[in-house]
T-cell receptor, first 115, second 111 residues
Framework: NAGVTQTPKFQVLKTGQSMTLQCAQD?????MYWYRQDPGMGLRLIYY???????DKGEVPNGYNVSRLNKREFSLRLESAAPSQTSVYFC??????????????FGPGTRLTVL | DQQVKQNSPSLSVQEGRISILNCDYT??????FLWYKKYPAEGPTFLIS?????DKNEDGRFTVFLNKSAKHLSLHIVPSQPGDSAVYFC??????????FGQGTRLTINP
């Protein structure tokens, strides 16, 4: 039971290059999320997927696209990377309960540097 | 507009003493609150949560207190141990799936 896995762990891009960050979970959760973490900013939601086949914007979606490939996998794509996208990216998943509560389980992160 | 705020970027506590981490929120629609712990180069891990119908929740050495009138929650760690040194994030949600996170507080436990 690996939980939430992310690939790659590290990536260096040049401005304008594209890449896709991969995320998979084996907990059979319906909901998945992408966050970025920047110093002093906490975790900010980029996109989320409440269930297979749906995606919604979060707080900072500009410059990103997502795909919910199936229940297990949720990818994040940078079409034309910019230095402002240098960050640590975390994927998370959860099973939202009817009576509230949304404990999200996080992957180990991808450290991305855009030169 | 920062809806969840952790005003102390860092906190240093002696081993064995109590650590108190604070968090304030502005959105009165928030009804569920969580604390996460994060070690360097790892993802955040869930620590403890509290629903707005309660004012206290305990789990071993960790206790979360919620003061709804003040829109304030705190995490108490007693006794503090060296392994508790990490960054702690508070988070809140309001009936939806999205969590709003604070900026984090770096806790250092000194031997």
């Amino acid at each position: 039971n690996a939980g939430v896995t992310q690939t790659p762990k590290f990536q260096v891009l040049k401005t304008g290059q594209s890449m896709t960050l991969q995320c998979a979970q084996d907990m059979n959760h319906n909901s998945m999320y992408w966050y970025r973490q920047d110093p002093g900013m906490g975790l900010r939601l980029i996109y989320y997927s409440a269930s297979e086949g749906t995606t919604d914007k979060g707080e900072v979606p500009n410059g990103y696209n997502v795909s919910r490939l199936n229940k297990r996998e949720f990818s994040l794509r940078l079409e034309s990377a910019a230095p402002s996208q240098t960050s640590v990216y975390f994927c998370a998943s959860s099973e939202v309960r009817h009576l509230g509560g949304n404990e999200q389980f996080f992957g180990p992160g991808t450290r991305l540097t855009v030169l | 507009d920062q809806q969840v705020k952790q005003n102390s970027p860092s906190l240093s506590v002696q081993e064995g003493r109590i650590s108190i981490l604070n968090c304030d929120y502005t959105n009165s629609m928030f009804d569920y609150f969580l604390w996460y712990k994060k070690y360097p180069a790892e993802g955040p891990t869930f620590l403890i949560s509290i629903s707005s119908i309660k004012d206290k929740n305990e789990d071993g050495r960790f206790t979360v207190f919620l003061n709804k009138s003040a829109k304030h929650l705190s995490l108490h760690i007693v006794p503090s141990q060296p392994g508790d040194s990490a960054v702690y994030f508070c988070a809140a949600s309001g009936g939806a799936q999205k969590l709003v996170f604070g900026q984090g507080t770096r806790l250092t436990i000194n031997p």
